[in-house]
């Protein structure tokens, strides 16, 4: 069976500092791995995804995630981070069997402090 | 504007009075999902659509319908709403295919029942 598991319910990080956002996940085939995030009182927006190809994957806000397949991980990283990257990310998994159905981990609120 | 728009933003009603939650996209996506968020439970799926006339129930399909009469529609239907469907609900839409974007999701309905 499919889950994904985000083992950190909050991360909290200085402002310029490196951040990194944990995902693991666990498919029976091929892993579609995406990130969402959500501000307050608005709905999930993708950030990036991986369906294949190289392992590191860039997305919207200077947001990338590195896709490693022997620790079946997709964590969430960002060079410098901001205030405004404050929020609530959540990590989803579908796998290549057709069913078109999405895992949400449970979330793992950031709070970049300044 | 690409968007999923669901409606009502808020709604407080009484245990057994019927409701609907519309939701209505205007990308032409083929699969429509609903989700509800709990805290510390993450996104969990009530029902899904692959197609018009096509769905199937998600994880937590107990006290809630769906129809897709229409590509751009997929109302949520609470026949007899219980406090314990109090939540906050998210419709969503993907374009599947051999290139998966991921969802767009609508901005949430807050649902409490008294």
């Known amino acids: 069976a499919q889950s994904v598991a985000q083992p950190e319910d909050q991360v909290n990080v200085a402002e310029g500092n490196p951040l990194t956002v944990k995902c693991t996940y666990s498919v029976s085939g091929n892993p579609y791995l995406f990130w969402y995030v959500q501000y307050p009182n608005r709905g999930l927006q993708f950030l990036l995804k991986?369906?294949?190809?190289?392992?590191l994957v860039k997305g919207s806000y200077g947001f990338e995630a590195e896709f490693n397949k022997s620790q079946t991980s997709f964590h969430l990283k960002k060079p410098s981070a901001l205030v405004s990257d404050s929020a609530l990310y959540f990590c989803?998994?579908?796998?290549?069997?057709?069913?078109?159905?999405?895992?949400f981990g449970t979330g793992t609120r950031l709070k970049v402090l300044a | 504007e690409a968007q999923v728009t669901q409606n009502p933003r808020y709604l407080i009603t009484v245990t057994g009075k019927k409701l609907t939650v519309t939701c209505s996209q205007n990308?032409?996506?083929?699969?429509m999902s609903w989700y509800r968020q709990d805290p510390g439970l993450g996104l969990r799926q009530i029902y899904y659509?692959?197609?018009?006339?096509?769905?199937d129930k998600g994880d937590v399909p107990e006290g809630y319908k769906v129809s897709r009469k229409e590509k751009r529609n997929f109302p949520l239907i609470l026949e007899s709403p219980s406090p314990n469907q109090t939540s906050l609900y998210f419709c969503?839409?993907?374009?599947?295919?051999?290139?998966?974007?991921?969802?767009?999701f609508g901005s949430g309905t807050r649902l409490t029942v008294v």
């Open positions: 990308m032409n996506h083929e699969y």
């Open positions: 991986y369906i294949t190809g190289d392992n």
């Open positions: 969503a839409s993907s374009q599947q295919g051999s290139e998966d974007y991921g969802y767009t």
């Open positions: 659509s692959m197609n018009v006339e096509v769905t």
């Open positions: 989803a998994v579908r796998d290549d069997s057709g069913t078109y159905k999405y895992i």
